[in-house]
């Protein structure tokens, strides 16, 4: 059974800090693992990986895998309040089913 | 604009009563999907579909059923509500023929209480 496992389970941070969220994962026949903010409701993309060492950036994230030890992380620099939310993490399977993690729950204060 | 539509957004129902949440997208895409998430918890897959008449079960049983006869609508329908129904219902799809199999993109989700 594909497994995922999000660490911490939530965060308390200052603005301006940075943090990293962890994802590790088991699963047969792995294809991609995503990263998703959900803030509210609906979970929104960030980041699909499929190669490891190659790092994702979108403005102050970034994302990296590494296939070997099978775990990806989401580093977000100079924290800011918008960046409050649930985030989560998910693997693709071959056919094409996501599980997701629990998700880490991140905090900004200002 | 091409986007994923859920409605209600809302929903307050009692005990019995026979419900249909609606998700409607304008992608073109062919796999849509359901999940359940509860407040604090990771999503779980109830239903999802590849395309017109396929619908198949999730990981997470549930007592709701779904239907795709268009490719843009995929409803969730419960026959017969419970208090355990209560829950965050998402509904997301993604597109084959682009070949982004993987990234799958969610509707704003119906919150649905039973009473």
């Known amino acids: 059974e594909d497994k995922v496992v999000q660490s911490p389970l939530s965060l308390v941070v200052h603005e301006g800090d940075t943090v990293t969220l962890n994802c590790s994962y088991e699963?047969?026949?792995?294809?991609?693992l995503l990263w998703y903010k959900q803030e509210k409701k609906a979970p929104t993309f960030l980041f699909m990986l499929?190669?490891?060492?190659i790092e994702k950036k979108s403005g102050r994230l970034s994302s990296i895998l590494d296939k070997k030890e099978l775990f990806s992380i989401l580093n977000i620099t100079a924290t800011q309040t918008g960046d409050s939310a649930i985030y989560l993490c998910?693997?693709?399977?071959?056919?094409?089913?996501?599980?997701f993690g629990g998700g880490t729950r991140l905090m900004v204060k200002p | 604009e091409a986007d994923i539509y859920q409605t209600p957004r809302y929903l307050v129902i009692g005990t019995g009563k026979k419900i249909t949440l609606e998700c409607s997208q304008t992608?073109?895409?062919?796999?849509m999907y359901w999940y359940q998430q509860d407040p604090g918890m990771e999503l779980h897959l109830i239903h999802y579909?590849?395309?017109?008449?396929?619908?198949e079960k999730g990981d997470l049983s549930s007592e709701s059923t779904v239907s795709r006869i268009r490719t843009e609508h995929f409803p969730l329908t419960l026959e017969s509500a419970r208090p355990s129904h209560t829950s965050q219902y998402l509904c997301a799809s993604s597109d084959k023929d682009r070949g982004r199999w993987n990234e799958q993109f969610f509707g704003p989700g119906t919150r649905l209480t039973v009473l």
């Open positions: 579909s590849y395309g017109v008449n396929s619908t």
């Open positions: 499929t190669s490891s060492g």
């Open positions: 992608m073109g895409h062919d796999k």
């Open positions: 699963v047969t026949n792995f294809r991609s």
């Open positions: 998910a693997v693709n399977n071959a056919g094409n089913m996501l599980t």
